[in-house]
């Protein structure tokens, strides 16, 4: 199995406690840091833009992973990567021409990604799988925090990680949604890497211990 990344997303987080929880989420091993930039359009949600990300960033020297659920998506990519973000994602069905906006990632110097909402077919990425840095599958309806995991998404990341084996490309295979000790074997036993959780981190009291028992869970037999 490949190692196992947490990113633990900030949309749980008590803002005004957000310095002293990201440092001991990454304590506890955490290595990406996650925010969901929504537009109250894409999904029925707004939340952070900019200014938070511009905080996060002065918070902390974490690589920083943007999933973006707005509609045009590639009007941001100059910004954020101004910002220093590290993985730029967005949802092919929140824009046109894909690719050239996957292009301009890369040469603003972010990874570029994709992500699948649970409707989505894994056949939307399959014409630009070279270019693709990161897949995220969401395991949830996007919008909002502390979903239950969607059983169906176990699947799903099974058959992603085999067409992108199948394909020679080592992007990262992120999931994202109802992330817990409960869910997150199975989701890696199936071959993800990299791990969104929100409250399974932040909504615990030691911050620090929640990451490392995730860490831990991977290593269950499913």
């Not at 900030?10 to 091993?29: F, H, V, W, Y």
Request: glycine content about 8%; hydrophobic content about 45%.
């Amino acid at each position: 199995m490949s190692a196992v990344r947490i990113a633990p997303s900030i949309l749980s987080t008590d803002l005004g406690r957000l310095k002293e929880q990201l440092e001991a989420a990454e304590a506890g091993g955490a290595e990406w840091l996650h925010v969901d930039v929504m537009d109250g359009h894409f999904v029925p949600n707004l939340t952070f833009g900019a200014p938070i990300i511009r905080a996060v960033r002065k918070l902390s020297d974490l690589p920083i992973d943007v999933h973006l659920m707005v509609e045009r998506p590639e009007q941001y990519i100059t910004e954020y990567a101004e910002l220093g973000i590290t993985c730029f994602s967005f949802h092919p069905e929140s824009t046109v021409h894909v690719q050239r906006h996957l292009a301009a990632i890369r040469e603003h110097g972010m990874q570029a990604g994709l992500a699948l909402n649970p409707s989505t077919p894994l056949s939307a990425i399959s014409e630009v799988i070279p270019e693709l840095d990161l897949v995220c599958v969401m395991s949830v309806n996007p919008g909002f925090g502390g979903q239950k995991y969607l059983p169906t998404a176990t699947s799903k990341i099974a058959r992603l990680k085999a067409m992108l084996d199948a394909a020679g490309s080592d992007a990262t295979l992120e999931v994202d949604g109802g992330i817990t000790v409960d869910t997150i074997a199975a989701a890696h036993a199936a071959g993800a890497d990299t791990f969104v959780a929100g409250t399974a981190v932040f909504g615990r009291p030691d911050i620090a211990e929640a990451v490392r028992a995730l860490v831990r869970a991977c290593a269950v037999i499913v």
